[in-house]
């Protein structure tokens, strides 16, 4: 196997090694991306090729195609054996780490966000409802833009940027469709008493959650002492046994046993991670599902996606003709406006964590 760009091998059956030259450059890409320094591939490609030492230490100048993908998407860089094509964490290898478990997560976060929609921050913080109302006519997101007249005066608007739409480049004013999305939230304000069991019922939840995980990490102990238990085992019969093909029959089985026992170790590393406090998890959700028509008149940007991701199921359609279309909300917030069955409020359509548009 080729050792990753970073890597090196130190001979044969040996654990790969940092590159004394190229490991610098890796790590620092790779940061620089997590961090955002670096918004793009093309930017991370760009630091890679001009940097002095990577080219004193090839003979391409140019790196390949997939090259900047692979970086940012394998897990081995974390200090984990990956499936590369997934870039999976499969279990911890041997090797040191060029970064932090949790800066190969950020990267993957990135990655993804940038799958759904790339975020323009100069024109998102004027237009809150910029990708997430959708054209009625096409159903693609409108965009929106700052008109300038003759005078010079600039002016807001929504359109619809599809070709070959029937609202095709049809402004809309950005006052007019926001004042009718105020109107909107307005009406999904729901009353107190629901908040207070909304918050009941999430919190039943995620009692139910933790009591699940703590079942789940005693099994995985559990599990975890056997395998351990059978090595001891092996291990004796190995010292007691002199044929040498059964020592060899009995030490592939140990190796075996070992790397379940690395599986299980870190499947419960992970289900540690899996349960932030409940504060942390809900109670922005429940600020927001209370009073959301406050938060988005009075707050920033931020609290203002929150509020959509929060309360809407889906991208809401807007018509020029008949305005705003009816909204989906999450099942959080039609478990506040209209509590029906049980069963209904228990099987959330998108689970617990509000929504990525
Ligand atoms: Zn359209």
């Given at each position: 196997?080729?050792?990753?760009?970073?890597?090196?091998?130190?001979?044969?059956?040996?654990?790969?090694?940092?590159?004394?030259?190229?490991?610098?450059?890796?790590?620092?890409?790779?940061?620089?991306?997590?961090s955002g320094h670096f918004q793009t591939h093309g930017e991370v490609r760009t630091f890679i090729e001009d940097h002095p030492d990577f080219k004193v230490g090839?003979?391409?100048?140019?790196?390949g195609n997939n090259f900047v993908k692979?970086?940012?998407?394998?897990?081995?860089?974390?200090?984990?054996?990956?499936?590369?094509?997934?870039?999976?964490?499969?279990?911890k290898g041997k090797h040191q780490p060029l970064?932090?478990?949790?800066?190969?997560?950020?990267?993957?976060?990135?990655?993804?966000?940038?799958?759904?929609?790339?975020?323009?921050?100069?024109?998102?913080?004027?237009?809150?409802l910029r990708g997430f109302i959708l054209c009625a006519d096409c159903g693609s997101p409108l965009t929106s833009y700052w008109a300038t007249n003759r005078k010079k005066v600039r002016y807001p608007y929504y359109e619809c940027h599809k070709k070959g739409c029937a609202s095709h480049r049809k402004a809309i004013p950005r006052e007019k469709l926001e004042i009718e999305f105020e109107e909107c939230l307005d009406q999904l304000q729901p009353s107190a008493d629901i908040v207070v069991a909304a918050r009941a019922m999430l919190k039943d939840m995620w009692d139910a959650r933790r009591a699940h995980l703590a079942e789940r990490r005693k099994s995985l102990t559990v599990d975890a002492r056997k395998i351990e238990a059978e090595i001891e085992s092996f291990l004796d019969r190995i010292v007691e046994t002199t044929n040498p093909s059964i020592v060899s029959a009995y030490e592939k089985r140990v190796t075996h046993?070992?790397?379940?026992?690395?599986?299980?170790?870190?499947?419960?590393?992970n289900l540690d991670e899996k349960q932030p406090p409940f504060e942390d998890l809900f109670e922005h959700t429940i600020e927001i599902l209370s009073?959301?028509?406050?938060?988005?008149?009075?707050?920033?940007?931020?609290?203002?996606?929150?509020?959509?991701?929060?309360?809407?199921a889906e991208r809401l359609p807007y018509s020029r003709s008949e305005g705003l279309r009816t909204a989906k909300t999450t099942f959080a917030f039609k478990a506040l406006s209209a509590p029906k069955g049980a069963d209904e409020i228990l099987v959330p359509p998108h689970g617990l964590e509000p929504r990525t548009y």
């Open positions: 196997m080729k050792a990753p760009f970073g890597y090196r091998s130190d001979g044969k059956g040996k654990v790969m090694v940092p590159h004394e030259t190229f490991a610098p450059i890796a790590k620092a890409a790779l940061e620089g991306y997590a090839r003979k391409k100048p140019r790196v692979n970086l940012l998407s394998r897990s081995i860089y974390a200090g984990y054996f990956d499936y590369a094509p997934w870039g999976v964490p499969v279990t970064i932090s478990l949790e800066t190969h997560k950020k990267i993957q976060d990135r990655l993804n966000q940038r799958v759904t929609a790339p975020f323009r921050k100069d024109i998102a913080l004027d237009f809150p046993l070992q790397r379940q026992l690395a599986i299980l170790e870190e499947q419960k590393a009073t959301p028509c406050d938060i988005w008149r009075k707050r920033d940007i931020r609290w203002k996606r929150l509020v959509l991701k929060s309360v809407f």
